[in-house]
């Protein structure tokens, strides 16, 4: 059984401070996803990285695959409080036919 | 066009009773997972079904079953309530083929409470 271990599980910070959120595993993905949801909603996918050593931008959050593929790290710079969710990082085999396998969420909170 | 809809959004049972969830996938999406997201928790998997059969089971017991229909959308059946069931159920769909990565598009939740 694959399994991703995401720390830390809760981080509460002040609006403007920059935070790394990690995503381990001792399996190798063939993809790495990372979601974030909302109270009362699904997750939605923020970015999938692929290739390992990769690393994807998105405004202010910059994610990286680590080169073994068994890794990831989401960091945020400037936190506002918009970006106040449950962050979980997902990760993709490579039998096409394994489920996509969740990690328990990194609960951010950034207070204004 | 729409998302994934997924019905009822919240519902309470009592130990023992069965529930079923439903979820319509976005329009032209073949594949259809189930989760359970207990709070505090990231979503577990439960079933993946794509062109109406069954490609992945998680770790759950036999009490848990879920079906596809010809349209693709879904139900999963709960039977035999047990307060440890009380959780938010997560569909979600896939545009990609079996067997190719892609984003999974998640529906709001069905949120069951067993009393």
């Known amino acids: 059984t694959q399994l991703l271990e995401q720390s830390p599980q809760f981080l509460s910070i002040q609006e403007g401070e920059n935070l790394t959120v990690y995503c381990n595993s001792s399996?190798?993905?063939?993809?790495l996803q990372w979601y974030r949801q909302e109270p009362g909603e699904g997750p939605v996918l923020l970015v999938t990285?692929?290739?390992?050593?990769e690393v994807k931008k998105l405004k202010r959050l910059t994610f990286q695959f680590g080169d073994a593929r068994k890794d990831s790290s989401l960091h945020i710079t400037a936190a506002q409080p918009g970006d106040t969710g449950l962050y979980l990082c997902?990760?993709?085999?490579?039998?096409?036919?394994?489920?996509?396998?969740f990690g328990k969420g990194t609960r951010l909170s950034v207070i204004a | 066009d729409a998302g994934v809809t997924q019905s009822p959004t919240h519902l309470i049972k009592t130990r023992g009773q069965q529930v079923t969830l439903r979820c319509s996938p976005i329009?032209?999406?073949?594949?259809v997972s189930w989760y359970q997201q207990v709070l505090g928790q990231g979503p577990q998997f439960i079933f993946q079904?794509?062109?109406?059969?069954?490609?992945g089971r998680g770790n759950f017991p036999d009490r848990f079953s879920a079906r596809q229909f010809p349209n693709y959308s879904s139900e999963l059946n709960v039977n035999a309530l047990l307060l440890g069931d009380s959780a938010l159920y997560l569909c979600?769909?896939?545009?990609?083929?079996?067997?190719?990565?892609?984003?999974?598009?998640f529906g709001e939740g069905s949120r069951l409470t067993v009393l």
């Open positions: 399996s190798v993905f063939s993809s």
């Open positions: 329009s032209g999406h073949k594949s």
């Open positions: 079904y794509y062109e109406k059969e069954e490609r």
């Open positions: 997902a990760g993709d085999g490579f039998a096409g036919n394994t489920p996509l396998v």
């Open positions: 979600a769909s896939r545009k990609t083929p079996w067997g190719r990565t892609g984003e999974l598009f």
């Open positions: 990285v692929v290739t390992g050593g």
